[in-house]
């Protein structure tokens, strides 16, 4: 059986919710389980709450910010995707552990590419450690000579 992911959404345009509602019901493993256009609300109801497997949030909403709520929700989630039509908050968004950026307009095949990549990433099994060589060779023209 496969594995079901559930998703909540956080923004303040509700075409933005609306749009990313359709892109996660298109997807068979996704499951939309909240969406908030209320940042606020969105901190207050999910504190004490289940975990969701994916947040997708805006950064530029009125009252509070999209980097102060990812603070305060990002235990919730295995995954953290911001959503939004500013480039300029893509280092601070990494900065509190965002797995992804969307720039907006985001397009469904945009959106299904970052799904595909994040769970991928998580399915795959750890990989060993490179092992680093220590020693290295010197070659000189010099015999039988001890440094």
Do not use: W
């Amino acid at each position: 059986m496969t594995q079901t992911y559930r998703c909540m959404v956080i923004d303040d345009e509700s075409h933005a919710i609306e749009l990313l509602s359709d892109y996660i019901q298109a997807i068979p493993r996704l499951q939309l389980t909240k969406t908030y256009q209320d940042p606020v609300a969105a901190l207050m109801e999910s504190q004490g709450e289940e975990n969701y497997d994916f947040i997708f949030m805006d950064i530029d909403m009125p009252r509070l910010s999209g980097m102060e709520l990812a603070k305060s929700l990002r235990s919730l989630t295995a995954f953290l995707v911001f959503t939004t039509a500013h480039s300029k908050y893509a280092v601070e968004a990494f900065e509190v552990r965002a797995d992804h950026f969307l720039l907006k307009p985001i397009g469904m095949n945009k959106f299904a590419m970052t799904i595909d990549m994040l769970l991928k990433r998580r399915e795959e099994p750890a990989r060993p450690p490179i092992r680093q060589d220590t020693s290295f060779f010197i070659k000189s023209d010099q015999k039988k000579q001890v440094c």
